[in-house]
């Protein structure tokens, strides 16, 4: 072997053995340094990553202190009902008396809320005045569509029930736990409804007869233009 290099090399045998001792060793020391440098080098970039996305976390931080809504991230806004509740916008009018419990969203923020005196909305409930929906399902195209909702005196939102854009929920009537109340709903006074959609299932107590008003004989009341105020046997034009 040393005859076979000395030959084709034309160097003695120990100064090929001394040369390739020294490429053996600048190979290793060329590694690494080679590694050394893919060290720093991923360093480097982690550290511009998590340097860029602090400073992204902090301009969110910032930004969220000063939304218009009055929360900040991960966080409800306060309020007088419970902690735990979410009343969205200011256009709203709430009785002193109504009661608000955990987990509920009260929309406010697109139209007009009125919640009468008496009021109660058990947790998890929610009660809305806009939908999103037409705008989803238009890629943008359609706005955001919003009407008035509002829930009569002394009338009961049962826990976990919906009550959607535009619905009027009238004195003493109940929805019941977990029942969707459709967008433009009437809900008559003294009526139960359940289920989902929302439907009539019971008399929640006679009604008062209001001046003008008559009972037929199935017991609804009916107003002086022959239009049913209960709307609970179905039979009568409302």
Known sequence: ????????????????????????????????????????????????????????????????????????PGKLAPNRFHEAAWIVGDKHEIADDVWIGAFCVIDAAHDRLVLAPGVVVASGAHIYTHSSVAR???????????????????????????????????????????????????????CVVAGVPARIVRRARPSKLRSGETRSSCGCAIAPDGKAIDMVCGEHEV
């Not at 009407?147 to 929920?169: E, F, K, Q, R, Y």
């Open 136 to 190: 989803t399902a238009t890629c943008g195209a359609a706005p955001i569509e919003h009407a008035p909702t509002h829930v009569g005196p002394h009338a009961s939102i049962c826990a976990n029930a919906t009550v959607l854009m535009g619905c009027d929920v009238q004195e003493r009537a109940v929805v019941a736990a977990g029942a969707v109340v459709p967008e433009h709903t009437v809900v008559p006074r003294d």
């Open 1 to 72: 072997m040393a005859k076979r290099i000395h030959d084709l090399l034309g160097l003695p045998v120990d100064e090929v053995v001394v040369n390739e001792c020294l490429t053996l060793k600048q190979f290793l020391w060329a590694s690494q340094l080679a590694g050394v440098a893919s060290f720093l080098l991923v360093t480097a970039l982690l550290g511009l990553v998590a340097f860029v996305g602090g400073r992204r976390w902090l301009r969110a931080i910032k930004g969220g202190a000063a939304r218009t809504d009055g929360r900040t």
